[in-house]
């Protein structure tokens, strides 16, 4: 299929690179240097009610899960007619969310995000932050094996950051220093302490990559990121103090016809 509005990155990290990036993120870091959604209450409630109101839920993929485990203990603690959890990730990350939780419905598994090996398995596929490499190429290869993963029928509920949010936030502010870490034109952005250029895609182009890896797209909405724990969040990591200039991302649902 054509694919549109393609963004050429300023320089990309191989595969390699990329893959270490993140293994050292986990590992070494303990994933302190990144804005972080999963322990959000609030997000997790939002997540899981997503995943009730779909008829067909007992098999759910959350690939590049991270290290944290508070989604899937979550999910196997609130949504009880579930069969299995699947969380994907680098090796060097699986290791450690393994190693912090066990549950018979949880499996861990090392694969990569834009080849999943999976074939019409799913019925639902979570993404948290997880398709935001600043290689586009990269982001619609992962939008794609989700998409071979699920089922007919099946759903993909993801949330994805998007620079406007960075942009509304900045103009809400005295200062536009914010505005150094932003690239329109390649709606990325820089973030300081992952030292990285990381695409956050505008509404009108998250659309068409969903669109285009096969997908309809059946609803997406703004995220506020408001719940007490965004706010303390928010103030540590991005140095937002007003509780009303938040952080927002754009939840989607999307199927597979
Ligand atoms: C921003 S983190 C989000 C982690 C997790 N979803 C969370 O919200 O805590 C992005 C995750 O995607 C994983 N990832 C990125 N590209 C990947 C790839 N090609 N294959 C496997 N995992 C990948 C990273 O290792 C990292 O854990």
Redesign the pocket.
Same mark, same amino acid.
């Given at each position: 299929m054509r694919q549109k509005w393609i963004i050429t990155p300023k320089e990309t990290l191989n *595969?390699q690179e !990329?893959?270490a990036y993140?293994?050292n993120?986990?590992i070494v870091e303990n994933?302190e240097t =990144?804005w $972080?959604?999963?322990e959000d209450p609030v997000l997790r409630h939002k997540l899981i009610a997503e995943i009730r109101s779909h008829p067909k839920h007992e098999k759910i993929l959350?690939? @590049?899960? @991270? #290290? !944290?485990t508070v989604?899937e203990q979550d999910f196997v603690e609130s949504l009880t007619d579930i069969s299995a959890i699947y969380c994907? *990730?680098?090796p060097g =990350?699986i290791k450690v969310a393994a190693g912090r939780y066990q549950h018979d419905q949880v499996h861990y598994e090392a !694969? *990569? #995000?834009?080849d999943l090996g999976f074939e019409n398995e799913f019925d639902v596929v979570i993404i =948290?932050? #997880?398709v935001? $490499?600043e290689s586009d190429a990269?982001n619609r290869a992962?939008l794609r094996s989700c998409y071979r993963s699920l089922k007919t029928g099946g759903v993909l509920i993801g949330l994805f950051p998007t620079i406007f949010a960075a942009v509304d936030i900045t103009y809400l502010e005295q200062s536009r220093e914010r505005l150094k870490c932003v690239d329109l034109e390649r709606s990325a952005l820089y973030e300081t302490q992952q030292n990285l250029w990381q695409i956050f895609y505008t509404p009108l182009r998250l659309r068409q990559i969903i669109k285009e890896a096969g997908y309809q797209l059946n609803k997406t909405e703004i995220f506020f990121c408001d719940s007490p724990y965004f706010l303390e969040h928010s103030s540590q990591y991005y140095g937002i103090e007003d509780p009303d200039n938040v952080v927002y991302e754009l939840l989607v649902v999307a199927q597979k016809l």
């Open positions: *595969d !990329r893959q993140w293994e993120t986990h994933y =990144v $972080s959604m999963t959350i690939p @590049g899960c @991270g #290290s !944290r989604l994907t *990730d680098y =990350v !694969r *990569d #995000s834009q =948290v932050n #997880s935001l $490499s990269e992962i």
